[in-house]
């Protein structure tokens, strides 16, 4: 196991930070295979003749595949091994995007639902294999991790609609393949997760329907469950719903750009040093603390404007970052031993879903009174959901490392 130390030996400290560049590489993958595709869509959908509910479903599929296959992979990577698992995703990713290249485009739904199967494989393993990589430091090897994979949501659109102007539809999906095998190749090379033939911690391979739900079920991981999904609800009015608001008061597109870059910047810059925070003082009191600021943060945006909105902007930002990384790391210290692929999946699962029905509930309250509605509604949710939890104790401080 490689900590991120400075009392670790300088070469197994170069072997820690290559296998997290492998395992972020990984992350990359899957955050810019979904953004390339789905940014460029409505060019695909005119030269097919498909209308916005295709769009919209070509879009969805990519999440739905990944809200159910995640927990499945973490469960395979427990009972078969990680290794095996993360390799078998990046393949599969892999053939689902050169697969476009040699079918009629009107089978892109089936592309991106294969797309989405590797994704939630590589996805799920390689995150598992951070915390299991490093038992101290984890909460900055996390921050690192999701810094470099939100990278791929910011990248992938400008990349995209480039590639898609000069070169064709066609080209996503070449890119998304050769993304693909280059986190492949140095994959190939991580250490193997347990020896040939050994048994699981559990002492039991079998794979049941029983064993495959009783992760949803777990006492100590249920609480973190709806933290997961409460600050991807606020994910989903920052970045869904924060354009419609700069709209609604004249922001031009350019201006509007400006101040989504500026929570998009927050959001994945202060990944590395909230993880950094909760390793030095507890993960618990990070996430709250996280939750806090961005619920504020959220319900207040709409009351203001100019630098004040970009100040509240940049304060959601940090604060759902800190939250999102941070619940990773605490997921990892809760699950039991031996199931800790398996709930790192069901948590990637609660953010799909959350990803998925956030900006729907805030869309129908903004349908119907507005989008300040959404936006104080979402964040008055938020603050009463990190008051239960506080008053519950459910989360206690000072959880020892697993």
Same mark, same amino acid.
């Given at each position: ?49 498909? @209308? ?63 797309? @989405? ?130 709209y609604s008061i004249g922001y031009t597109p350019l201006e509007s750009g400006i101040v989504?870059?500026? %929570? ?51 304060? %959601? ?6 939250? @999102? ?51 104080? %509604? ?25």
């Open positions: 196991m490689m900590e991120l130390r400075s009392d670790t030996p300088p070469a197994s400290r170069l072997s820690g930070y290559r296998r997290l560049a492998t395992l972020a590489a990984c992350g990359f993958v899957t955050s810019f295979g979904a953004h390339i595709v789905a940014t460029n869509l409505p060019a695909y959908a005119e030269t097919v003749g498909a @209308g916005a509910f295709v769009i919209g479903l070509l879009i969805a599929v990519y999440d739905f595949a990944e809200l159910f296959a995640k927990p499945a992979a973490g469960f395979i990577a427990d009972k078969r091994g990680m290794k095996p698992t993360l390799l078998a995703g990046l393949v599969v990713f892999i053939f689902g995007s050169l697969l476009f290249l040699v079918v009629s485009p009107k089978l892109l739904l089936l592309v991106r639902f294969v797309q @989405g199967l590797g994704a939630a494989a590589l996805s799920t393993v390689s995150v598992t294999l951070v915390a299991k990589y490093f038992p101290a430091g984890r909460g900055k090897a996390f921050g690192i991790y999701n810094a470099v994979k939100g990278a791929g949501y910011v990248l992938a659109p400008a990349l995209g609609g480039f590639l898609a102007h000069d070169y064709g539809f066609p080209a996503l999906f070449a890119a998304s393949a050769g993304v693909g095998m280059l986190a492949l190749l140095p994959a190939l090379f991580l250490p193997r997760d347990r020896s040939r033939g050994e048994r699981p911690a559990d002492g039991d391979d079998d794979l049941t329907l029983q064993q495959f739900f009783a992760i949803f079920q777990e006492p100590r991981l249920l609480p973190v469950y709806a933290v997961i999904v409460v600050n991807m609800f606020l994910v989903g009015i920052l970045f869904g719903f924060l354009p419609v608001y700069l989504v870059s500026l %929570a998009t910047l927050s959001y994945l810059l202060v990944q590395p040093f909230a993880g950094h925070l909760a390793d030095k003082s507890d993960v618990e009191s990070t996430v709250f603390a996280g939750l806090l600021v961005a619920s504020v943060a959220i319900l207040a945006a709409t009351f203001t404007a100019g630098a004040a909105l970009m100040a509240v902007v940049v304060l %959601a930002g940090l604060g759902i970052g800190a939250v @999102g990384t941070n619940s990773d790391a605490l997921v990892s210290t809760l699950a039991a031993q031996g199931r800790l692929a398996s709930g790192m999946g069901a948590a990637q699962s609660f953010k799909e879903f959350g990803d998925m029905t956030g900006p729907l509930v805030v869309g129908a309250i903004t349908q119907f009174y507005g989008v300040r509605a959404g936006f104080v %509604a979402g964040g008055a949710l938020a603050l009463i959901f990190l008051f239960v939890l506080v008053k519950s104790r459910t989360l206690k401080p000072g959880l020892p490392a697993r």
